[in-house]
């Protein structure tokens, strides 16, 4: 099984601030996905980075892969209430998740 | 609509009652996929389906079995519940498992 650490596991911060969540590993991935969740739902698919050094933007959140395919991390700027949620990486076509970051914006 | 569809959503049975959750996807997905979710562990993968009658265990597929007869339909079957299997449970579908996977609503199992 390929083990991805997240990194932090909680975060609260206030509205409007900028936050960064990080998802490592040791080994190279084909490609890595972030979801989102929410209490009793299933994940979402935010987004998929499938090259090395790419980075994605879905409005205020960036995403990036790492230049050797090790490692991701997903930028929010300007934190709403409204990202509050478990933010989840995944990897590989089998979908091994990390933890997850529990993130909790305050307004 | 595109969806992944798990029933029920909430479940209490009784130890050793067999019980099967039911996944269906309408998106003609080749990858399946089951997941427990638990606090402070996270989401597990149980058992994996690349196609029809293609199956492989996850990380914990102990005290689970599956089946994947036609493409759309991946059900989860504990033929004898116990209360370690007490759990938030998600199937998961994909055309290709690196464009991402879609995910049902969950079942909430309780075992007593």
């Known amino acids: 099984t390929q083990l991805l650490e997240q990194s932090p596991q909680f975060l609260s911060i206030q509205e409007g601030e900028n936050l960064t969540v990080y998802c490592n590993s040791s080994?190279?991935?084909?490609?890595l996905q972030w979801y989102r969740q929410e209490p009793g739902e299933g994940p979402v698919l935010l987004v998929t980075v499938v090259t090395g050094g790419e980075v994605k933007k879905l409005k205020r959140l960036t995403f990036q892969f790492g230049d050797a395919r090790k490692d991701s991390s997903l930028h929010i700027t300007a934190a709403q209430p409204g990202d509050t949620g478990l933010y989840l990486c995944a990897a590989s076509s089998r979908l091994t998740f990390g933890e997850g970051t529990q993130l909790t914006v305050n307004p | 609509e595109a969806q992944v569809t798990q029933n029920p959503r909430y479940l209490i049975t009784v130890t050793g009652k067999k019980l099967t959750v039911t996944c269906s996807q309408n998106?003609?997905?080749?990858?399946m996929s089951w997941y427990r979710q638990d606090p402070g562990l996270g989401l597990r993968q149980i058992y994996y389906s690349m196609n029809v009658e293609v199956t492989d265990k996850g990380d914990v597929p102990e005290g689970y079995k599956v089946s994947r007869k036609e493409k759309r339909n991946f059900p989860l079957i504990l033929e004898s519940p116990s209360p370690n299997q007490t759990s938030l449970y998600f199937c998961?579908?994909?055309?290709?498992?690196?464009?991402?996977?879609?995910f049902g609503s969950g079942t909430r199992l309780t075992v007593v």
């Open positions: 998961a579908s994909s055309l290709a498992g690196v464009l991402g996977y879609t």
């Open positions: 080994s190279v991935f084909s490609s």
């Open positions: 998106m003609n997905h080749e990858y």
